[in-house]
């Protein structure tokens, strides 16, 4: 006669709620995670890469929490970053009368459901998946907790008017390539009100293949004229816009009408002409090279709004 074997496992917390969710929510799924901890429970969750899933997911691998993320596909959405910590749900509805209802990520929500000793429910007042999950659990007399947040504010139909700059500063440079017979280039837009306060700014850079730097500075200068072109309300640009950049010869092509005897020149130069003829009010500004670089380098990765 053998000896009883005795098994133990981890209590399984549940945490569910929107992948719409405010910082107060967000903040909710991460004291949950810290309370499983220090309560020695593990942790089930979803594998939405937004929301409370995604908070909960990584406040688990921040803080040594064992979680399981469930899924409907062989690779998670967003996974934790320990192995053996995901698993895929078989998408097959339930045998019984209502299975319609519950397809899709409800399979996998009261798959999640059966699994759990606990639920919490973050719900932001609107999510019918997380409402219908604390339902089942509740249904099935599971322990479960619904923690119901305000709904957030629903936005303004009305689009905010943009404001108009007086002054986009456009910045370009180029240089070669280590080991490479390509150029490097980059431009940076900044956007200036009336008073000088910055609208927006953004920067892009890309590899160009042509034959000298001031080609290249060129085919950035045609790229971000691009982009501004494509944003314009009217047919000319209600703002001044100021070219900033090093190269005499660039200047001397564009700003002052120098001969254009280099059959690539001509091609660049040309398509510039015609993509300035929608900035009426430009102005040329040639500085030193270090300037050129320590301008760019002050400008952020993007704005409250980019051109």
């Known amino acids: 006669m053998t000896d009883p074997v005795y098994t133990c496992r981890q209590y399984r917390l549940l945490i569910t709620g929107s992948r719409h969710a405010t910082p107060e929510i967000l903040d909710m799924a991460r004291r949950a995670v810290t309370r499983a901890k220090s309560n020695g429970w593990m942790v089930l969750v979803g594998d939405n890469p937004q929301g409370v899933d995604a908070a909960v997911i990584d406040a688990c691998d921040a803080l040594g929490v064992n979680v399981l993320v469930c899924g409907t596909a062989s690779q998670p959405r967003k996974g934790s ?5 995901y698993w895929q749900v078989d998408m097959k509805p339930r045998d019984d009368d209502d299975a319609t209802l519950f397809d899709g990520y409800a399979v996998r929500d009261r798959w999640m459901i059966d699994l759990c000793d606990r639920m919490l429910a973050i719900w932001n007042g609107q999510s019918r998946g997380t409402k219908a999950g604390f339902d ?9 907790n619904l923690v119901t947040f305000e709904p957030p504010q629903k936005a303004s139909t009305r689009l905010p008017v943009p404001r108009t700059p007086h002054t986009v500063e456009l910045i370009i440079d180029a240089g070669n390539r280590p080991n490479d017979l390509t150029f490097e280039g980059v431009y940076g837009l900044r956007a200036l009100d009336s008073k000088g306060d910055l609208l927006y700014d953004a920067t892009a850079s890309s590899t160009v ?30 703002y001044c816009l100021c070219i900033f950049q090093s190269s005499k010869n660039v200047e001397g092509w564009l700003a002052h009408g120098w001969k254009r005897n280099v059959p690539e020149v001509q091609r660049l130069t040309a398509k510039i002409d015609a ?29 409250a709004a980019r051109p």
């Open 275 to 303: 993509l300035l003829k929608r900035f009426p009010n430009l102005a040329w500004v040639k500085m030193p090279h270090a300037q050129v670089v320590s301008k760019l380098s002050k400008i952020g990765k993007g704005g």
């Open 209 to 238: 293949d042509v034959h000298t730097s001031d080609a290249a500075r060129m085919q950035m200068l045609i790229m971000a004229l691009e982009r501004l072109t494509a944003r314009l309300k009217t047919d000319q640009a209600p």
């Open 81 to 85: 970053q320990r192995e053996g910590s």
């Open 136 to 144: 089942y659990a509740r249904q099935i007399r599971k322990t479960a």
